[in-house]
């Protein structure tokens, strides 16, 4: 007996031995059926899962692991898969009533049906629901207190024990944090923020024509207008925000005010270790950097942001002054240029590049030594092992991919390129006209409308990608190439050569492609 999956192997075989160079394998993950119109196809995160949407006649329905559902009216969101997977979750409409679906079985009739949401770990699943001039919150499938208006996202914490969300009563707004209902205000401004360790919540209320900040259902100092909302540090030990009052504009960090400045140029930042926050100004001669509180130099211009280091003990930024840019690094001004910007450091601040512009001309400075000029340079990259650099450059017709210092010319303008993940290899995206090609270790591919998803083999010597032609998708690695697809998604290297995942018409297949 000839199996349905031995079925789909030959015929693909089949396919590929006709036109292309690549053996493949077939195995049908999913299928509507061939009296159904596909409306879409949604993949679970690991992504081992398939969900379609189908429609045949006037009804819809859901197709999970293979297996038709209940028919609706129509099925009024995507699927939606819990973070591991297991669950899967909808909205659907018959008539005038709308459900909420979950692993094939529908809740209650109601008016609406409003923001499913799983928690982070999977085992709560909550939405909202409407029923006449009352809105609910439904928690693994208990109604809780009805209210007058209810307003999405529902939240949870990282942890997952923790549910809030904004809702209202008597034309007051307030949020509830796991059941407990905290101070009302006229509205209750988004987003609702958990710590990192989940024991935190920030949000602000508005209360006339004054905000507040509230963290833990304590509201601190009214102000007029809020900047940033509440920010907490990545040890969830410290919390900011910003805001305005007046003409002045502030930060308050663990509800002390900072200093007032005319204007707040950049967002509150804290490193990743929690002890340093920062944040850019305007004063009234120029612009500075705020640091743990304390004014920095004074500029004409600070240019950019704060980049802080990862190990946290390093900070820089551009500026400018007397018509001159040029970058700071720890309190050290850097060489004067007419402009420089797409600052790039490594983890520790060791290696350090960024783009110069003197005279008419752009060049690469990496490790503080200039290299050579051109019209235009950009797109400054390091290796993964940091050992290499490289960046985009043109000079009238001419342009280059410069690699260590070494210029590699394109044919055409570069879209994107990148190192190996050993940082041996190089590989570009050129744009010859309408049409694009992968240039990897000079080797030059065949001309797509698109390129995509590239995907390297462990030893770095492959490069695998998804190239489209017109509405059709295929898997190219070096000479070979797969049939053409309606879709394609999770491309990935394994033992037996490459596998990807794959549509075609009402039919999905878990696609194995021979590289011998």
Known sequence: MITTTCLAALWLLGAAEAGNAATIEARRLASAPQDSKLKGVFVSPDPRRVGLIARRGAKEFAVLDGIPGEEFDAIASALTFSPDSRNVAYVARNGADQYAVLNGFRSEGYDAIQSPTFSPDSLRFVYGAAKGTRRYVVLNGRRASDYDSLTAPFVFSP??????????????????NEGAVQEPFDIVLQPLSFSPDSTHLGYVGLQGAKEYAVV?????????????????????????YLARRGQTEFAVLDWRKQEDFSRILTGLAFTGDSRHVGYVVKQESGAAVVLDGHRGAPY????????????????????????????????????????????????????????????????????????EEFDRVGALSFSPNLKRIAYLARSRAHKWLVVDGLKEPADGEIETYG???????????????????????????????????????????????????????????????SPDYDEIWALAFDPKGLVFNAREGNDVWRVTMKLD
């Open 300 to 371: 004409d211009q600070v240019t950019s942001g704060l980049y802080f280091s990862g190990d946290c003990k390093h900070v820089a930024f551009t500026a400018r002054q007397q018509r001159k840019e040029f970058i700071v690094v720890d309190g050290m001004k850097g060489p004067d240029f007419d402009s420089v910007g797409q600052l790039l450091f490594s983890g520790d601040f060791g290696r350090q590049a960024y783009v110069a512009r003197q005279n008419g001309k752009s060049f690469a400075v990496v490790d503080g030594t200039p290299c």
């Open 216 to 240: 833990d259902g304590v509201k601190g100092t009214e102000f007029e207008r809020l900047l940033q909302p509440v920010t907490f540090s990545p040890d969830s030990r410290h919390f900011a």
């Open 159 to 176: 942890d997952s024990r923790r549910l809030a969300y904004v809702a209202g009563k008597d034309g007051k707004e307030f949020v509830v």
């Open 419 to 481: 190192f190996t993940p050993d940082s041996s290899r190089m590989w570009f995206v050129e744009k010859l006209g309408a049409k694009k090609r992968l240039v990897f270790d000079d080797a030059k591919g065949a001309d797509y409308d698109g390129l995509w998803m590239f995907t390297f083999s462990p030893a770095c010597d492959k490069l695998a990608y998804v190239g489209v032609r017109g509405k059709k998708s295929s898997v190219v690695v070096g000479a070979l190439e």
